[in-house]
């Protein structure tokens, strides 16, 4: 029997529960095994396709915190001006063929001799087994083709060159987007139907959600199936089309992709296993909650796990703020106004903070908190807004004082952060926000929530956190039966119930119709932070026109909230607050996404291997 290698790590002898969260995934292989060692030792098959699941982390996550600041979700804030404002061609590109031919000689090797003798091995397991890394693969190739387009689809083909081999037999053409994305549910259908009957088909089976399943399966089905139903509906550009369909999916084509979307989440929800996490009373933390709680939450379908202290992340320590923070590293990223103003209130679908009148006068507040209250509790579990308690400590911010000059004008008087002024008392929080070139220091008035540990220790340097990212969870469930039925024209009352039951976890009014603009903004707000926005607004052809480059275009721009104490004794609005929106100093320039960006560039040295690819428009 031919012996295929396996490059995989010193035998660690994991427990199959455990298998996918271990210190060793993100770890270069360093020995080299043959499919009879591998697959004649569960634990070696174990951790195989543990190297998988570790290779699969694109885009904005737990492990790269920095992208979040090139969507309109957050900005830097440590340090001084980014001259950012483009996105390059191979942004957040995908091309990982080496994970596909690893994934296929993995299924080989399940089909071995050595596997067939292994009495761990039964026709149960192998099916698990299958079943996930076949997962992996068509989760690799989703991820592929969402940044270029049409793909060469190479099957279960491992493609070995030796001298007699011939080059153009190597060489695998683009097939169509369209081809593509029926590819990639096709697989997933036989994914869900091969992982029927697999050990971690029920939330309370799969520990902490790390495991792929039918319902991980189907929740990539009806994702990849959005997708391309979005893509044939909406490019009108027929710049943004290929002659050979390698780029552009047919508009008569959108129905069906709505479909098998709709039919697919209606068959995650009809299975009565997945809900939204409403455990606690208090929405403001429910939300939070959700996130981050692994034991015994039935919303999420899919998570990258963490565990301390093997396997940790850093973005709690890294976007931490000032007041609360365990090390010298905190504000690394932060949210921006956009994003705070994007969450409705429970009386007003317009989230804009009222900071001025109609007459253009302040707005005084009583309380730092006030100008929030009533927003989408969701808002609050997702950032640290001022005036808001995190790790039990109230969250103060302030950006100076305000005092009359001697026209009677409101002007700024600035302090050093957390220095108490003999004369003014606090003049500049530790909090800020501050407009400097101030490493560590916050510049729009907001800190993340979302996904940070509440631990202190995981703030400091060499601990990180082990709160999870995830990838897939009941929300998006919903918001995808409310979007697919909406393109399909069903019924608006059936519309409204499912974006309702997402909408009432963050305590607004409920919707008596719904718009493609009502959906896109409730997955805005849904999934912050959760690495959806960027590619939405590409599947909706809206990126282009929301990040457009123009300075008075407030969706290009950031913006920050600066909050400022009346400091004026005797006057009647002594010691109260108001807010300044003020453009964010770190992010001087608009954002431009332009048409080109919708999809990745092949690099040249990938046209050159295999002249069977076509480019992408504008190449």
């Known amino acids: 029997m031919k012996k295929t290698k396996f490059y995989i790590l010193s035998i660690l002898l994991f427990s199959t529960t455990l298998f996918s969260c271990g210190d060793f995934l993100d770890e270069e292989p360093n020995n080299i095994y043959s499919d009879e060692q591998v697959f004649s030792d569960i634990n070696m098959v174990n951790s195989v396709l543990s190297n998988f699941y570790g290779r699969i982390n694109w885009g904005p996550s737990l492990d790269d915190n920095g992208g979040h600041a090139y969507t309109d979700e957050a900005a830097f804030s440590s340090g001084g001006i980014r001259d950012y404002r483009t996105y390059a061609d191979d942004w957040w590109r995908v091309y990982d063929y080496g994970l596909i031919r690893d994934i296929n000689v993995f299924l080989k090797g399940l089909r071995s001799e050595a596997a067939n003798h292994n009495s761990d091995l039964t026709e149960d397991v192998k099916k698990r087994l299958e079943g996930e890394a076949r997962f992996i693969r068509a989760y690799t190739y989703f991820n592929m083709a969402k940044c270029l387009g049409g793909l060469s689809i190479v099957g279960d083909e491992i493609y070995t060159y030796n001298s007699s081999t011939n080059v153009m037999d190597l060489q695998v053409a683009r097939s169509t987007e369209a081809a593509t994305y029926d590819y990639i549910i096709s697989e997933c259908t036989d994914i869900a139907n091969l992982m029927e009957n697999s050990t971690y088909n029920t939330p309370d089976k799969n520990i902490h959600a790390a495991h792929a399943n039918k319902w991980v399966a189907l929740s990539l089905k009806a994702r990849a199936a959005i997708y391309a139903g979005s893509i044939a509906k909406y490019t009108t550009a027929s710049e943004l089309r290929l002659p050979g369909g390698e780029v552009g999916i047919p508009a008569t084509e959108a129905a069906k992709y709505y479909k098998i979307a709709y039919d697919a989440a209606t068959e995650i929800k009809n299975s009565n296993l997945y809900s939204l996490y409403t455990k606690n009373t208090d929405l403001n933390r429910n939300f939070y909650d959700a996130l981050i709680t692994k034991s015994g939450n039935p919303e999420v379908i899919w998570a990258l796990d963490y565990i301390s202290p093997g396997k940790v992340n850093g973005f709690t320590k890294e976007n931490i703020a000032t007041s609360v923070k365990g090390d010298v590293d ?45 927003k989408d509790a969701r808002m609050f579990g997702t950032i640290v807004t001022p005036g808001s308690t995190f790790r039990s400590v109230y969250m103060s911010y302030q950006a100076g004082q305000k005092y009359l000059d001697k026209d009677g004008k409101w002007v700024n008087r600035i302090g050093n952060m957390g220095v108490i002024d003999a004369t003014h008392g606090l003049i500049t929080d530790q909090n800020g926000p501050v407009n ?43 918001l995808i039966l409310a979007e697919s039925a909406l393109e399909l024209g069903k019924a608006q009352t059936e519309v409204c119930g499912y974006i309702n039951e997402v909408r009432s976890r963050g305590g607004i009014q409920a919707l008596t119709s719904v718009t493609l603009d009502d959906i896109i903004n409730e997955n805005r707000v849904e999934f912050v932070y959760e690495n959806h926005r960027y590619w939405d607004l590409k599947r ?18 950031y913006y920050s909230l600066f909050p400022y ?4 004794p005797g006057h009647p609005q002594n010691g109260k607050w108001v807010f300044d929106k003020v453009k964010t100093y770190t992010t001087r320039y608009p954002r431009y996404f332009q048409m080109r960006n919708y999809y990745n560039f092949y690099n040249q040295d990938w046209l050159n291997n295999n002249p069977k690819l076509v480019k992408n428009p504008y190449q």
């Open 540 to 557: 909706w052809r809206r990126a282009h026109i929301v990040w457009n480059n123009d300075s008075d275009n407030e969706s290009s721009m």
């Open 436 to 478: 400097s070139d101030q490493e560590y220091a916050n510049k729009t008035g907001f800190n993340i929530r979302k996904f940070v540990d509440e631990n202190k220790d995981a703030s400091t340097r060499g601990r990180g956190s082990d709160v999870w990212f995830t990838r897939f969870r009941y929300a998006e469930t919903l």
């Open 330 to 374: 905190a504000n690394i990223v932060t949210p921006i106004l956009n994003i705070v103003e994007a969450f409705e209130y429970a009386n007003n679908r317009n989230g804009e903070l009222k900071t001025k009148n109609s007459s253009g006068e302040y707005i005084y507040y009583d309380n730092l908190e006030d100008i929030f209250a009533g």
């Open 565 to 568: 104490k009346i400091n004026q």
